[in-house]
């Protein structure tokens, strides 16, 4: 087999087809036989392919890279931590505290803090310390946002095969095979911005609500936001209720301000959970908040039990040092909104200059693209957009050398070193790509 056969994308698929179910190590990563990407190299805010097509990526892993892609100022510090130090001992090093003293500088609603691996663990951890303080059950949890790949929390509004106009609520279902409907026994969903959805789950189940759990702008649904009310509400009803509010920034922490989504809306949680833009692609994740409520992690009677083996390796804390002094000191983060509202008015100068409705949802370094006459308030109203035009616009885009997500839930994320980009030609490939939609629909 020669090297140009080796790296060709469809060469790459076939061998992992062999090795992996779909081909991929994520189900995610799969996008049909034809666009499934294979990524040899990444630098500043573009990807090269196997086949060394080089794109512009407005994906960024799913939001964790803030900065760029290997940043030279964070994995200098890891290279040196790992380097010094090691990688893991399974004991407290100095770089615990260091790491959540920084977060507690940029993030006033937390006092104690723990770090886990991943999103997914990080949200394990706040809820079942959240069930710990309250000796409660159950978990309210809104249409549209997304807290990992852990049974209870896979169930979701079948809004795609959902009839809009029925005038019934989307159908709760599974992710897939293997979740026991056990696992959803403790779980309330309602829809977002929905204040009487949400005051019949308390009337109906209040005496057993642990926790609502939200993502306030909704990283996984296009960048729909709650509005600045609805929040005081979730605030009002669980300060009423005895139930924790869980803001879930893992998505959103770090990146739409240095003190996240409560920096924006002045309402604070009692837990936080943070993944994503804490390492600038570092695996690294973290819960925390109100200090009595961490404090139930402990080895008494009824206390919670945390911990792991990888939890606050030095790889981890040392990414996550090293981005979060970057965020903290320099202007990076006015960059990534500053630029990303270049970005959001070219493609409104595209999308006009095609006749083609849109609103843009969410804050500009994480916006959502949204082809219709209003601002979505909520899942359902997600459904009402044209997001087919979305995705063909989408994949042309990815044809010309734009990386997205071909699914209108998933929002543009910005980096600093988007800074870098040459906007003339975003613009004129995405004109070109809505021409090409337009003439194929
Ligand atoms: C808001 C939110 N919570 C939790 C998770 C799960 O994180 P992870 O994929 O790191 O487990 C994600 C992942 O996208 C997320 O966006």
């Not at 994308?9 to 992996?20: I, K, S, V, Y």
């Not at 189940?205 to 926790?211: C, S």
């Not at 493609?347 to 916006?367: Q, W």
């Amino acid at each position: 087999m020669t090297d140009s056969h080796k790296t060709s994308r469809a060469t790459l698929l076939e061998q992992a087809h062999t090795n992996m179910p779909m081909g991929v190590a994520d189900s995610y990563r799969y996008w049909g036989e034809d666009n499934t990407v294979f990524v040899k190299s990444m630098e500043g805010c573009t990807l090269t392919d196997a086949d060394d097509k080089q794109y512009v990526d407005f994906r960024l892993a799913y939001g964790p890279i803030i900065l760029g892609y290997r940043d030279n100022r964070v994995d200098q510090e890891v290279i040196k931590a790992i380097t010094n130090t090691g990688t893991l001992c399974g004991f407290s090093t100095a770089l615990d505290s260091e790491v959540v003293e920084l977060v507690k500088e940029l993030c006033p609603n937390i006092e104690k803090m723990r770090f886990a691996n991943s999103g997914t663990e990080a949200v394990l951890g706040a809820v079942r310390v959240a069930r710990g303080f309250t000796s409660r059950n159950k978990i309210v949890v809104v249409e549209g946002g997304f807290h990992g790949l852990y049974d209870e929390m896979m169930w979701k509004p079948d809004v795609d095969n959902w009839d809009a106009s029925s005038g019934t609520a989307p159908e709760i279902k599974p992710f897939g095979a293997g979740i026991p409907e056990s696992s959803r026994e403790h779980l309330e969903t309602i829809a977002l911005n929905d204040a009487d959805a949400l005051a019949d789950v308390f009337a109906r189940v209040g005496d057993d609500i642990a926790a609502i759990v939200i993502e306030p702008i909704m990283g996984n649904c296009g960048s729909i936001a709650s509005t600045p009310a609805y929040m005081q509400l979730l605030r009002d009803t669980c300060d009423k209720n005895g139930s924790l509010l869980i803001i879930d920034e893992v998505k959103t922490g770090f990146r739409v301000a240095r003190g996240g989504v409560q920096a924006l809306y002045g309402v604070h949680a009692d837990l936080t959970t943070y993944a994503k833009a804490m390492g600038n692609g570092y695996p690294v994740a973290a819960f925390g908040g109100r200090a009595d409520v961490m404090d139930m992690i402990n080895f008494g009677d009824g206390g919670v039990t945390h911990g792991g083996t990888y939890t606050a390796n030095m790889i981890a804390l040392s990414a996550a040092k090293a981005t979060l002094t970057l965020l903290k000191d320099t202007d990076a983060l006015a960059t990534v909104s500053r630029v990303g509202a270049e970005i959001q008015q070219l493609l409104s100068r595209v999308f006009t200059h095609h006749g083609v409705e849109h609103r843009f949802a969410g804050p500009d370094s994480m916006f959502g693209v949204h082809f219709g006459s209003d601002v979505p308030q909520n899942y359902r109203d997600w459904k009402k957009t044209n997001s087919d035009l979305y995705t063909v616009f989408a994949h042309n885009l990815i044809k010309h050398g734009v990386m997205l997500e071909p699914d209108s839930r998933e929002p543009w994320f910005i980096c600093e070193a988007h800074q870098t980009m040459d906007m003339a030609w975003l613009e004129a490939t995405a004109m070109l790509s809505m021409k090409e939609a337009l003439a194929a629909s």
